[in-house]
């Protein structure tokens, strides 16, 4: 993967090819002007932005123009939420649906269809992610998650964020609200996106 000022030529040149603004990325990224700056000039950018800014420029640029290489992903079945619920170690998954990812394949990684508004900009509905269950959850990561009690049958995609000792289930809408995330069970992260069905 890029880094760096390689990187930062990469985002300048996925920016020409897309016939956007810096404006323009900043808004969809909720940054201000002067970040998208620093990542054109230094590479500098959050490492949880990365799978979002792979996905905004996926239509004009391959996954190689970012250093990636497909040879390292494979092919992971894609799931409903019901069975995302679920999950378990050990599980065999039933679907007949099936996508290619770059993003390294374990044992039990799986995708998931976006089929509602809460994460965009980030991951607008429609699209497909890519979740892998045994990747440590940290601050700022875009997680999987599901409910307790009477929410228990509920998954749901939130970034995981920390104000001081207590960590939250935010949603990138704003239209939604922020939630403690309490005694949710974290089911996997989410390491790549698609823009589109497949």
Same mark, same amino acid.
């Given at each position: 993967m890029l880094t760096g000022k390689a990187l930062g030529n990469a985002i300048r040149e996925a920016i020409r090819? @897309?016939?956007? !603004?810096?404006?323009?990325?900043?808004?969809? =990224?909720?940054? @201000? $002007? $002067?970040s998208v700056q620093d990542w054109l000039n230094r590479g500098v950018i959050a490492k949880e932005k990365l799978p979002e800014l792979w996905s905004y420029f996926s239509d004009v640029c391959t996954p190689e123009h970012w250093g990636l290489s497909i040879s390292g992903g494979g092919t992971v079945p894609v799931i409903s939420w019901e069975q995302a619920v679920e =999950? !378990?170690?050990?599980?065999?998954?039933? !679907?007949?649906e099936y996508v290619n990812t770059w993003a390294p394949v374990q044992r039990y990684t799986f995708a998931l269809h976006v089929l509602d508004d809460r994460m965009e900009p980030a991951f607008p509905q429609g699209s497909i992610i890519v979740v892998e269950p045994e990747l440590a959850a940290k601050p700022n990561d875009y997680v999987i998650v599901r409910g307790t009690g009477a929410e228990r049958a509920e998954a749901t995609c939130k970034q995981l964020v920390r104000d001081g000792d207590d960590l939250y289930l935010k949603p990138r809408n704003d239209r939604y609200p922020i939630k403690p995330l309490g005694g949710a069970k974290i089911v996997g992260v989410v390491v790549e996106m698609t823009q589109k069905f497949r």
């Open positions: 090819r @897309k016939g956007v !603004t810096q404006v323009d990325v900043a808004a969809h =990224f909720g940054v @201000k $002007p $002067p =999950f !378990t170690d050990g599980i065999a998954w039933e !679907t007949s």
